[in-house]
C-alpha cells in the first residue's frame, strides 16, 4: 500500500511540475515576445570577430537579423488535405445551385431565363429571316435596289414605289406589317 502511495505522489508530482510549465509558457506567450537580448544572444553573428576591421561597411542591424528565426509549419499536412487544396476550384457550389430567375416567355409560353431572349421565338423568326433571304434570292444580296425593299405574304397589297418581295404563305401574327415602316406606325 505505501509502494502505490509513493508511485501515486511521485506521478502526481510530475504531472503537477509539467503542468505549471505548461502554464508558466502560455502566461509568458501572452505578455509578448521576448526582449531583444534574448534574440541577440541566439543569433550566430551576434560575437563580433576579432580580425574583422573596426570601420567595416555591415552594421549592427546586419548581424541582428542574421539569426532570425522565420515562421515555418509546426505539422506537415496530411495526403488528403494536400491533395484537396491543390484540386479543388473556387465556385464549385454554382453548378448544384436552384436557378430562381426562370420564368415562362410571354409570347410562346416556354420557358427561358429572365433578361434573356426565348430559345422557341428566336428559333422562328431565325426559320422566317432564313425564308425571306430565300425568296430574295442571290440577286439582292449582292445588287441591292435603290428603291425601298417591301416583304408581302398573303393577302396583302403592296406600296408603290417599293421593291417588292412575295411571299406565299400568311404572315405571321408576331411579325406585324406596321414593324417594318419607318415610323413605326
Known sequence: MASSMRSFTL?????????????????????????????ILGSPSSV???????????SILDSIFDGMLYAVPKFRRSLEKRQFRKHRFSGFMEHGTPKTNIVPCLECGNFKEKGHLCEHCY?????????????????????????EMEFVYENEKPTQGTYVVKMTK???????RRLLNKTGS
Open 11 to 39: 506521478s502526481f508530482n510530475k504531472r503537477f511540475t509539467k503542468a505549471l510549465t505548461n502554464l508558466r509558457f502560455i502566461i509568458e506567450s501572452f505578455r509578448g515576445p521576448p526582449s531583444g537580448a534574448l534574440a
Open 48 to 58: 563580433p570577430s576579432q580580425t574583422s576591421n573596426q570601420h567595416s561597411s555591415t
Open 123 to 147: 428559333n422562328r423568326v431565325r426559320a422566317e429571316t432564313n425564308d425571306m433571304q430565300a425568296k430574295m434570292g442571290d440577286d439582292l444580296k449582292f445588287d441591292v435596289p435603290r428603291s
Open 170 to 176: 400568311p404572315r405571321p401574327d408576331w411579325f406585324p
